[in-house]
């Protein structure tokens, strides 16, 4: 008996029938899901968050929480209502909060907070527990740079707190010797005679002991090493010109250890024209070259 050659295509008959049965099961699928592809109005509800259109079901999402605030303004709505109802909540939590609609849980990334969530939830009167919130925990991969990122924002915070203290610091010093009339006079070539206060590391290390005892002379100096002249100029400008003053840190360079004088002058009176070469005299008129 001579083999008989197998075709792996069918006969054309067989193809035909085989068209029509995905067909029939096909139709039979779509006729099963109508209720959910295929829905009418009075299935869904549309609900407005603050311009977000949500779309959800009546039964069994919103009936499974008879007394959450959704379910109760579904079924005050009218059935044939076209417009959404607006529902004053946070768009980007009203998800979650669905969820706990379908589920009776909710899962959350690291970002939300879990206050944030009960929070929106009692407003909407769904019966959420802290035990009802899943939070995924940080990824491995994320926790170094989340950690350093922490770092730096207390290393700034750290900085601008050790500034704020310097300028303070030299603030006091300053309407301390205001108010005893430690004024001196300032000579520059340019300007002429002209008055100013002058603030230096002994009058800053004595107003540190007035702050607590245990401060010795070197404890602002060693702070002050730690930030940049100019930085403590900028935290005092606004308040020395709020004051009446204007404020010259000299010969204080960016970065040097040892603290120079603060001259602050009367408002418009800074000879900045010979910034630098002029004279100080104290009370008794007596000369020192301005370093």
Known sequence: VGARSISSAPPPHTAILLARAANALRVSSFEKLGHVAGMSKADTVKFNVSGHIFEVLREPTLSLHPDSLLNQLAQEADADATDPIFVEANPDLFPLMLDFHRHRKIRISLAVSKDAVLREAAVLNLPVEADDIVQDPCPVSLLGSCLGK??????????????????????????????????????????????????????????????????????????????????????????????????????????????????????????????????????????????
């Open 150 to 291: 922490v770092a730096d924002e207390i290393d700034k915070s750290m900085r601008s707190n050790r500034i704020a203290l310097v300028a303070d610091i030299y603030k006091a010093c300053l309407v301390r010797k205001v108010a005893a009339r430690n004024v001196q006079v300032f000579y520059d070539h340019f300007c002429g005679y002209t008055k100013c206060v002058s603030v230096d590391a002994s009058d800053v290390a004595e107003e540190a002991k007035r702050i607590h005892s245990s401060c010795d002379s070197d404890f602002v100096p060693k702070l002050a090493s730690t930030i940049k002249g100019s930085e403590v100029e900028s935290a005092l400008e606004d308040w020395s010109r709020q004051h009446g003053f204007d404020v010259d840190r000299g010969q204080w360079e960016d970065g040097l250890e040892r603290m120079g004088p603060l001259r602050f002058f009367k408002s418009g009176s800074h000879p900045a024209a010979g910034k630098g070469k002029g004279k100080v005299f104290g009370k008794q008129g007596e000369g020192k070259n301005r370093t």
